[in-house]
């Protein structure tokens, strides 16, 4: 069985340019995260879908990031206009539900640079 | 966000030697888990714990729940080269019972062949 795919795996882009990551979930997890790996540090959510559901994005940065997830399966991450700080790993991951004992899959995530 | 403070940092250790890292945060966790990442890859779950003093094994690998929900160790036995990653402890906040995590700063392993 597949796991949870991204594309791309790396992104290179200009300040202030547009960018989109996508996200494909293990087959039937309802449950589907972002999160944002800064180089040398752990990973930090994003934003957690449930479903098509939006249920917690109280840490997605809303001036510039926005993200959605139309038919409940793949996501989409976007970055409008990106910026310097921008620059980390973008990780991606899938549960079967949203509760504590749900084991989360990650993906290989999104390695976006920003010059 | 929450505050996971992983120690040590780094770590180079000769291969057939122990290894001994600990996680501690000011917040009670429902659930603590390690999960080590490879160059070029994502975190991948090694041990969960859902109870406090709760001690786990997977194959080389120990891990604890402290007692106080505050803390968790992972110990690895007799070492061997592929155990190289970063090791990352992550917990789950009691009062959200939600499946999200909160990811220590990590732990560098190398080991020396």
């Known amino acids: 069985e597949a796991g949870v795919v991204q594309s791309p795996r790396y992104k290179i882009i200009e300040k202030k340019q547009p960018v989109a990551f996508w996200c494909n979930p293990i087959?039937?997890?309802?449950?589907l995260y972002w999160y944002l790996q800064n180089l040398g540090q752990g990973p930090e959510l994003l934003i957690r879908y449930e479903n098509e559901e939006a249920v917690d994005d109280s840490q997605l940065p809303k001036d510039r990031f926005s993200a959605e997830r139309l038919k409940g399966v793949d996501s989409t991450l976007k970055i409008q206009p990106a910026e310097l700080g921008d620059s980390a790993v973008y990780l991606c991951a899938s549960s079967l539900y949203g509760t504590v004992d749900s084991e989360a899959f990650f993906g290989q995530g999104t390695r976006l640079t920003v010059v | 966000g929450q505050q996971l403070n992983q120690s040590p940092q780094s770590m180079f250790i000769q291969e057939g030697e122990d290894v001994s890292m600990n996680c501690t945060s000011s917040?009670?966790?429902?659930?603590w888990l390690w999960y080590k990442q490879e160059p070029g890859e994502g975190p991948v779950l090694l041990i969960a714990l859902y109870k406090a003093g709760e001690l786990t094994s997977n194959g080389r690998l120990t891990a604890q729940f402290g007692i106080t929900r505050k803390d968790s160790f992972l110990n690895i036995s007799a070492s061997i080269p592929s155990d190289v990653g970063i090791y990352f402890c992550a917990g789950q906040l009691r009062e959200t019972g939600a499946n999200n995590l909160f990811f220590g700063t990590g732990t560098r392993l190398t080991v020396i062949p």
């Open positions: 087959s039937g997890h309802n449950t």
């Open positions: 917040s009670i966790f429902n659930t």
